[in-house]
């Protein structure tokens, strides 16, 4: 499976400084629910995927759409899953894991997904990744999700010449 995680070396930032039990403890716990977001990709199963997140999340997809509710994030992953997403898998990295709180977390990560029968992923992302501690269980309040673009001289010299001439 194309599954990866990894948190660079120098990115674990804590709130108060403290890297106490507890705070390893959460850090391995949103390492794992990151792993299980990944997973629950792979196996194409939205009610996995919708359950690591709370009730009223926000999920923001790479396109500006903005699904709200854990729900409602299952349900339209299972429908995803068995349509345009079928078969893909995803591969990503935590990039940078900071405690805002105590039970709030921020994560970075990119990623990418891998289509059914190719061995490159395509399409790299930076996710933006809010989560809360409610019960001692962790889960995703916010998720954003933005495409990568890199853009050589030429490129964004043509990105400028069109958002003038269309007014985009």
């Known amino acids: 499976m194309a599954t990866s995680i990894d948190i660079r070396p120098g990115t674990l930032n804590s ?6 039990t507890e705070r390893g403890a959460d850090t391995a716990a949103l390492r794992a ?5 990944i997973a629950a990709w792979g196996r194409g199963d939205g009610q ?15 396109d500006g759409s903005h699904t709200k509710g854990r ?33 709030v977390a921020l994560i970075h990560a990119t990623g990418a997904t891998l ?10 992302s930076i996710q933006t990744l809010v989560t809360v501690k ?5 889960r995703f309040a916010a998720f954003h999700n933005t495409r990568i673009v890199h853009r050589n001289a030429l490129q964004w010299m043509l990105f400028g010449i ?6 985009r």
Do not use: C, N
């Open 15 to 20: 709130h108060d400084g403290d890297r106490s």
């Open 33 to 37: 629910l990151f792993t299980e977001l």
């Open 48 to 62: 996995a995927y919708g359950a690591l997140f709370t009730e009223e999340a926000d999920y923001v997809a790479f």
């Open 71 to 103: 729900r409602v994030i299952a349900e339209s992953h299972q429908k995803l899953f068995e349509t345009w997403l079928k078969g893909t898998r995803l591969t990503g990295q935590i990039d940078s894991l900071r405690f805002l709180s105590p039970d």
């Open 115 to 124: 289509m059914p029968g190719k061995d490159r992923p395509v399409r790299p």
């Open 134 to 138: 409610h019960d001692g269980v962790w």
């Open 162 to 167: 069109a958002t003038k001439v269309f007014g």
